[in-house]
C-alpha cells in the first residue's frame, strides 16, 4: 500500500485559482482547496438549503486559505516536493504586495528536516541513456568502459533526474550533443542537464534561471563535476532583452525544461539563441497542455522531430 505526505500550501483567497493553475502544471491536478471565501459565498446564496449546513463548509468560516495535495513517499514525490517548494519559495520573494498573503507550506505528520534526509533512502545512484549514471556523493559505483558519472546531491532546487521530465531531456540529449557544441539551458534548476551536456562532449553552455538560488546551486553543481566552461545568469529572459543580448546567439543546443505557459512565452525567443540547424529540447509539458505548447511552437518556425512520453509527461525535440 502506497504511504503518501500531506502538503499543505497557506496562501491568500486572491491567489489560490494561480496557485492551483501552478500545481497542475507540475503535474498535480488532485488538490483540496480549504477557502474562508467559500463560506461567505454560500452565506450569499438566497438559493441554498439552510436545513442543513455539513460540518466540513462551517469549518470553512475561520479557517485560513489554503490548498492541501498529496506526493508518494518515494522518490519521485521527493522531486515533487523540491518542485512545490521551489514555486513557493519564488512567490514568497515576489510578495512584496502581499497578493500571496501568509505564503508558506507545511508538511503534515512530518518534519521537513526528516524528510530532507529521507532522501538519502530514495536516491540511489540510476542509469540514463546508454552511458550516464547519475548518483549522490555518498554513493559509490563501479563504471563501466563508456560510462559517463554524474554527481549531484538533493536541494530545494527541483532536479536530480529521478522526475521522468528532467530523465527524459537527459536521454534526449544523448542523442544530440555533439562534441564541440555549445549549449543553453534555460530554467537550469539544479543545473543536472547542464551537466549532462557537457559530459556527453559540449564544449561550453549557459545556465539561466530567475531564481538566484537556483543559479548558485547549478553553478556549484557543475564545478562539483569538475566543469568550469559554463556561464550563468539570473534573470526573465522573456521580459528582459539586455539579458538576452548578454546570453547572446550562437548556441546548438536549447534545453527548457520547464512549464508549458513559459514555454509558450518563449517560443519567438528560442530561434534568436540558435545557430542553423540547432535543436531545441523542451519539456515539464504535462498530457493536457501538450496540444497547446506545439500549436505556439510551429506558429514560430518550429518542427516537431521525436517525442518522449512518461506517465503523462512530454519531452519534444524540434528543430526549425
Not at 169 to 190: A, F, H, I, P, Q
Not at 204 to 213: G, H, P
Not at 250 to 264: E, H, K, L, R
Request: aromatic share 10%.
Amino acid at each position: 500500500m502506497d504511504n503518501f505526505i500531506q502538503i499543505n500550501i497557506y496562501t491568500s483567497s486572491a491567489a489560490i485559482d494561480g496557485l492551483t493553475g501552478a500545481l497542475c502544471e507540475r503535474g498535480l491536478t488532485g488538490f483540496e482547496i480549504h477557502d474562508s471565501a467559500d463560506f461567505e459565498d454560500f452565506l450569499e446564496n438566497k438559493d441554498a438549503n439552510w436545513d442543513y449546513v455539513d460540518d466540513s463548509l462551517m469549518g470553512l468560516k475561520t479557517v485560513e486559505p489554503h490548498v492541501t495535495v498529496y506526493v508518494h513517499d518515494n522518490a519521485q514525490g521527493a522531486e515533487m516536493l523540491a518542485s512545490i517548494r521551489e514555486l513557493i519559495d519564488g512567490y514568497a520573494k515576489n510578495n512584496s504586495d502581499g497578493f500571496f498573503g501568509n505564503i508558506r507550506m507545511e508538511l503534515k505528520n512530518v518534519k521537513e528536516e526528516d524528510w530532507a534526509n529521507n532522501w538519502k533512502q530514495y536516491f540511489k545512484p540510476f542509469r540514463v541513456g546508454k552511458s550516464l549514471i547519475v548518483k549522490p556523493s555518498w554513493e559509490n559505483v563501479e563504471p563501466k568502459d563508456g560510462d559517463r558519472i554524474l554527481e549531484i546531491d538533493p536541494t530545494s532546487t527541483f532536479g536530480t533526474g529521478q522526475h521522468y521530465t528532467t530523465k527524459m531531456v537527459m536521454e534526449t540529449l544523448e542523442t544530440v550533443v555533439k562534441n564541440g557544441d555549445r549549449v543553453l539551458d534555460l530554467g537550469c534548476g539544479s543545473g543536472i542537464l547542464t551537466i549532462a551536456a557537457l559530459l556527453f562532449g559540449a564544449k561550453e553552455a549557459t545556465v539561466c534561471d530567475i531564481f538566484e538560488n537556483a543559479v548558485k546551486t547549478a553553478s556549484e553543481n557543475i564545478e562539483k563535476n569538475h566543469f568550469n566552461n559554463f556561464t550563468a545568469y539570473c534573470g526573465n529572459i522573456i521580459e528582459d532583452e539586455t539579458l538576452r543580448e548578454k546570453i547572446g546567439g550562437g548556441y546548438n543546443v536549447i534545453c527548457a525544461n520547464i512549464v508549458a505557459d513559459v514555454i509558450i512565452a518563449m517560443s519567438p525567443l528560442f530561434e534568436g539563441f540558435l545557430k542553423a540547424g540547432g535543436k531545441l529540447i523542451v519539456s515539464g509539458i504535462i498530457d493536457e497542455r501538450a496540444d497547446e505548447v506545439m500549436s505556439a511552437l510551429e506558429k514560430n518556425g518550429w518542427r516537431e522531430i521525436s517525442r518522449k512520453n512518461e506517465d503523462g509527461w512530454n519531452c519534444i525535440l524540434l528543430e526549425r
